[in-house]
């Protein structure tokens, strides 16, 4: 008892506050007390939302879209509408995957903001600070460089564009998302540009590369060291962590010809019924590390931004 929970209705995932153990969940359906599947959405409302509990039914015709402060009971396995923002009525033709409850959630560690867009300094005596550091210092000793700095990007407009694209990636591979940590120098571009944007990364003002034109990630830092950007006024240098939603991804070698990425050839999906469907992003190796590309703007969140000092750049 005493913990805090956080339940992310895209992953179907519940995470810890306190110790960031994370798990799979299921949803259980109780035997009575659930709202009518014939209920409208107008009924749900109408019924003083804030603050009631509700039971959801298995067949998802109750359709509640973008709730804020969600908070779910997982011992009787209800939900708590704390802040009804818009909902639709229920559509025969949407599929069950498409048409299931939708919730917007927010990262378990973020904290309030009165801005859309706020950088949080991390302390080094927190989980955070440590999961992001050990990511870093995989690839960058201790001894070739110090992390200065560790600071939470915390921009709701780039979340929620985030957050519905890994939802439709969700529907479209069958619940395959893989989303992964990975890094990303800005060189002479300010981070800020990136983080403090409403487009984020922008594939369309990046430079012709190896697998063409796209926003380049890399799983080892000490790749993104060499695209690191420089601190005008602290001497720093400056890398992002990001989530990248990869999807499935296509594994080749370099081909600067690709604009996107190709077509999963004899593959259709259950939940989606589309012929010409592509990979989500491809992925090669170079320089030492894996790398991962992404032709569009929406499958990657700059969440941290490192700035480090090297004290022995030689190693």
């Not at 009631?52 to 067949?59: K, R, S």
């Amino acid at each position: 008892g005493g913990y805090v929970y956080c339940i992310d209705f895209a992953t179907m995932t519940q995470t810890n506050t306190t110790t960031k153990k994370r798990r799979c969940v299921h949803r259980h359906i109780p035997a009575s007390s659930t709202i009518s599947p014939s209920a409208s959405v107008q009924q749900v409302a109408s019924e003083e939302s804030r603050g009631t509990t509700y039971d959801i039914p298995e067949d998802g015709v109750i359709h509640i879209l973008l709730l804020r402060g969600l908070k779910v009971n997982l011992e009787n396995s209800k939900v708590n509408i704390l802040e009804l923002l818009e909902s639709v009525s229920p559509s025969k033709n949407i599929p069950h995957s498409l048409g299931s409850s939708f919730f917007l959630t927010f990262p378990p560690e973020w904290q309030p903001q009165s801005k859309t867009t706020e950088l949080f300094p991390l302390s080094p005596e927190t989980p955070e600070w440590d999961h992001v550091a050990q990511l870093f210092q995989q690839s960058m000793s201790k001894s070739a460089c110090t992390i200065m700095s560790v600071k939470r990007i915390q921009n709701k407009w780039l979340w929620e564009r985030y957050f519905q694209h890994r939802k439709r990636l969700h529907v479209k591979n069958d619940g395959i998302v893989n989303e992964k940590e990975l890094f990303h120098g800005t060189r002479t571009n300010e981070p800020r540009l990136i983080y403090d944007s409403e487009d984020g990364f922008d594939m369309r003002y990046s430079a012709e590369g190896m697998w063409g034109r796209a926003n380049y990630f890399a799983a080892n830092a000490s790749y993104s060291n060499g695209y690191a950007h420089i601190n005008a006024k602290t001497g720093l240098k400056e890398m992002f962590l990001v989530k990248l939603l990869t999807g499935e991804s296509y594994n080749c070698a370099p081909d600067s010809t690709l604009r996107v990425p190709p077509p999963k050839l004899g593959k259709v999906g259950r939940s989606l019924q589309i012929e010409q469907l592509k990979y989500d992003t491809v992925t090669g190796s170079t320089g030492g590390s894996q790398v991962y590309m992404a032709y569009d703007n929406e499958k990657a969140y700059p969440a941290y931004l490192v700035e480090y000092k090297e004290t022995n750049p030689s190693q």
